[in-house]
């Protein structure tokens, strides 16, 4: 069964850094087009950055020149790394492969990202 582990959040302040990890079993990694989501509270889940099997990455309006992604495919990671975070960036943070249904059985626990002074 595929599974999709996130860690790395936490409580920072406005203007500091967070980098979340994404590791899976299960699953051909290397052949995925992964991507990093966020639900805050009310809000529907929504994609951040998703990043190719071959290292491209790409970025929603609100994750450009902050956050950046990137992948080590030998260890079935992906990373995100997050940069003058916002209080708006507050949520919890999930990894699956992009498009992945919200009903699919392989999202993880999330992990929560707070920004707060």
């Known amino acids: 069964q595929v599974q999709f582990v996130e860690s790395g959040g936490g409580l920072v302040q406005p203007g500091g850094s967070l980098r979340l990890s994404c590791t899976t079993s299960?699953?051909?990694?290397?052949?995925?087009?992964a991507a990093w989501y966020r639900q805050a509270p009310g809000k529907q889940r929504e994609v951040v950055a998703y990043i190719t099997n071959g290292g491209t990455p790409h970025y929603v309006d609100f994750a450009k020149d902050r956050f950046i992604i990137s992948r080590d495919n030998a260890k079935n990671t992906m990373y995100l790394q997050m940069n003058y975070l916002l209080p708006e960036d507050t949520a919890v943070y999930y990894c699956?492969?992009?498009?992945?249904?919200?009903?699919?059985?392989?999202w993880g626990p999330g992990t929560q990202v707070t920004v707060s002074s």
């Open positions: 699956n492969p992009y498009e992945a249904p919200i009903t699919s059985t392989s």
């Open positions: 299960g699953v051909l990694f290397n052949i995925l087009v």
